[in-house]
């Protein structure tokens, strides 16, 4: 599964971007899907999670109330809404599929994902 994730660029603190990480003719319905990042000198961390079909999310706290990670199974898309974005979210965003059957309560676990795009750099200046 190729994933192809956009919509990264320069916000203002307090602004909003949303990101998209589409799987062109692949189904991704079957998949538990994430999205990771990692910025300068620190290490890939989980930020939002959403369970294969149209099931629950899952936040690390640091983005609670203000990302939202939804899913369009009809379009193959995943998405991660960020408003009140912060100096510190800034890094480059990676979304990751992980096969249904490996298991939810893996979510935040990056080395049970079987497929990564390619990462797309949100920074956000004060």
């Known amino acids: 599964v190729q994933l192809q994730a956009s919509g990264g660029g320069l916000a203002q603190a307090g602004g909003s971007l949303r990101l998209s990480c589409a799987a062109p003719g692949r189904t991704l319905s079957r998949y538990n899907m994430a999205w990771f990042r990692q910025a300068p000198v620190k290490e890939r961390e989980f930020v939002a999670g959403?369970?294969?079909?149209?099931?629950?999310?899952y936040y690390t706290d640091s983005v609670k109330g203000r990302f939202t990670i939804s899913r369009d199974n009809t379009k193959n898309t995943v998405y991660l809404q960020m408003n009140t974005l912060k100096p510190e979210d800034t890094a480059v965003y990676y979304c990751?599929?992980?096969?249904?059957?490996?298991?939810?309560?893996?979510?935040?676990?990056?080395?049970?994902?079987?497929?990564w795009g390619q990462g797309t750099q949100v920074t956000v200046s004060s």
């Open positions: 990751a599929a992980m096969r249904g059957d490996r298991g939810w309560s893996r979510i935040e676990r990056s080395s049970f994902f079987d497929f």
């Open positions: 959403i369970r294969w079909g149209d099931g629950p999310t």
